[in-house]
């Protein structure tokens, strides 16, 4: 086995690594902060809806 093979051996197995771990990392953060975005926007919504139905009355 000369540098070579050990090289793209190592390439190889650290692509697979680094794939795994990407992975892991995405459904690990799958949905976080959405939650926040969505109950700011819904409070955001409600305030343009009251201001709304003031107008119109």
Known sequence: MNSFDL???L???LTILSTLL???YGIINWNRGDEESNEIL????AEEEKEINEELL
Request: proline share 0%; with cysteine.
């Open 7 to 9: 090289g793209v051996s």
């Open 11 to 13: 390439a190889f197995w």
């Open 22 to 24: 990407c992975v892991v």
């Open 42 to 45: 819904l409070k955001k919504w």
